[in-house]
């Protein structure tokens, strides 16, 4: 595997001459916390996000339990109104019917 890494003309200066394995040696545990703190921020905002959807998500489900149930209710009103108005439907035929036979009659 081969990293390669790109620095500044004056801080190669610096670095000349030096150990360059013992630097990466002494400075590793403070990458990998700095890239763990970034990994944990990340997803940290990941996790808001999905939890703001999640929120966003709730909300419209319960807006269409709302929709539903109101629905159900007027499915309800309109099933009792349509059974109504069958029966004075039948009442009114019976009557015609029995109109329309008083009147043959005579």
Same mark, same amino acid.
């Given at each position: 595997? *081969?990293?390669?890494?790109?620095? @500044?003309?004056?801080?190669?200066?610096?670095? *000349?001459?030096?150990?360059?394995?013992?630097?990466? #040696?002494?400075?590793? @545990?403070?990458?990998?916390?700095?890239?763990?703190? +970034?990994? +944990? !921020?990340?997803?940290?905002?990941?996790?808001?996000?999905?939890?703001? /959807?999640? #929120?966003?998500? !709730?909300?419209?489900?319960?807006? $269409?339990? +709302?929709?539903?149930?109101?629905?159900?209710?007027? /499915? !309800?009103?309109?099933?009792?109104?349509?059974? #109504?108005?069958?029966?004075?439907?039948?009442? $009114?035929?019976?009557?015609?019917?029995?109109?329309?036979? *008083?009147?043959?009659?005579?």
């Amino acid at each position: 595997m *081969k990293i390669e890494v790109i620095i @500044p003309r004056e801080r190669f200066k610096t670095l *000349k001459g030096k150990d360059i394995n013992a630097l990466l #040696r002494e400075n590793l @545990p403070k990458a990998e916390e700095t890239l763990k703190a +970034e990994r +944990e !921020e990340f997803l940290r905002e990941r996790v808001e996000k999905l939890e703001e /959807k999640l #929120r966003e998500m !709730e909300d419209e489900i319960e807006e $269409l339990r +709302e929709f539903y149930e109101n629905a159900l209710k007027d /499915k !309800e009103l309109m099933m009792a109104e349509r059974e #109504r108005l069958r029966r004075e439907n039948a009442e $009114l035929n019976a009557k015609f019917e029995e109109n329309r036979k *008083k009147v043959q009659k005579t």
